[in-house]
């Protein structure tokens, strides 16, 4: 990927960012306030998240020729799931992290009792807040329906069952699954969340679908790269964490000479893919081709 194709990626997904974050001000603002928790909401949601989730939503929408206005509220749904999911794994009973977006982690800088809590407000939250989509309450419910699956037990929920019960010795099909749940789902969900919204790509779903999980994929073994090869500074999360844990991941297992080929690989076919479909899905495909490069 050319300098050039990269800070084209980087202006679009500081453009999704401005998109989302005002749509997350607003939610933040109106939210019920007998205690300090929506404080504590806006702390882990304004800590410098890349949104990368929120961009997928939108451009999904736009390839499509969407107007973004009726995807924000997804976008923002998703961003909250994702949030949720962090400040839960970095608590002392899961990952035990100090660490997150280059700030000190919300059971760190407040206590684990209010970060437990924060996590369940903004997961209720995400689903009051998809419910604003303005669009019929048939699409609406399709998208709820898809957004509870991504982030239900089989998925979010189960992927993180998996990495927190990994058997000693996992093998490629073990991790698969687990990468499956805990992170290509809310990847392949906001992929799917942007088509919907588009209300003109219900026929590419099936694809959108199958692709999500690619790129899911893709953007994990990006993560197990990056946490054998970038800094805690570069990531704003603390590195080595599988190494340290004795936790078998794809970079572990086939080397990093081979997860960086792998990576190129996977993005060229996704750009390949996706150049097949109906719609634009350039800003997507950049995306993938940028992946592999990425330093945070
Ligand atoms: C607690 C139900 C539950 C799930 C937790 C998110 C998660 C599942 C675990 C965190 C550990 C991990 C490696 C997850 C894989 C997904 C991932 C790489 C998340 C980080 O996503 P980024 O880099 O984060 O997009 P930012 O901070 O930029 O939003």
Redesign the pocket.
């Known amino acids: 990927m050319s300098p050039s194709n990269s800070q084209a990626v980087s202006r679009k997904l500081e453009e999704a960012s401005v998109w989302v974050n005002a749509g997350l001000q607003i939610l933040t603002g109106s939210l019920d306030s007998q205690s300090i928790l929506p404080k504590l909401a806006s702390y882990s949601l304004n800590a410098g998240?890349?949104?990368?989730?929120p961009f997928l939503v939108r451009a999904a929408c736009e390839a499509l020729g969407g107007d973004p206005d009726r995807a924000v509220h997804a976008a923002c749904a998703v961003e909250m799931i994702?949030t949720y999911?962090?400040i839960?794994?970095d608590l002392p009973a899961?990952?035990n992290d100090d660490l997150?977006?280059g700030l000190p982690t919300l059971h760190v800088k407040y206590d684990e009792e209010q970060a437990l809590l924060t996590g369940d407000l903004l997961l209720a939250e995400a689903f009051r807040e998809i419910l604003r989509t303005p669009l019929g309450p048939s699409r609406i419910a399709v998208m709820a329906s898809r957004l509870a699956s991504a982030a239900g037990p089989a998925f979010?929920?189960g992927?993180?069952y998996m990495?927190m019960y990994h058997p000693d010795r996992a093998g490629m099909e073990w991790i698969g699954r687990m990468i499956r749940g805990?992170?290509a789902a809310m990847i392949r969900v906001s992929l799917e969340l942007g088509v919907l919204s588009s209300c003109s790509g219900d026929d590419l779903l099936d694809q959108i679908s199958v692709l999500g999980d690619k790129l899911g994929f893709l953007?994990?073994l990006t993560?197990d790269i990056l946490d054998v090869s970038g800094s805690t500074e570069e990531m704003?999360k603390r590195v080595s964490k599988d190494a340290e844990q004795d936790k078998s991941n794809p970079v572990s297992m086939m080397g990093l000479e081979k997860a960086d080929a792998l990576a190129d690989k996977m993005a060229r076919d996704i750009e390949t893919e996706l150049s097949a479909l109906r719609g634009d899905w350039s800003s997507v495909s950049d995306l993938a081709l940028y992946l592999p490069h990425r330093r945070s």
Request: aromatic residues 4%; charged residues 40%; hydrophobic residues 25%.
């Open positions: 998240g890349k949104r990368l989730r994702h999911s962090l839960h794994d899961m990952d997150r977006r979010l929920v992927g993180q990495d805990k992170t953007f994990q993560d704003g």
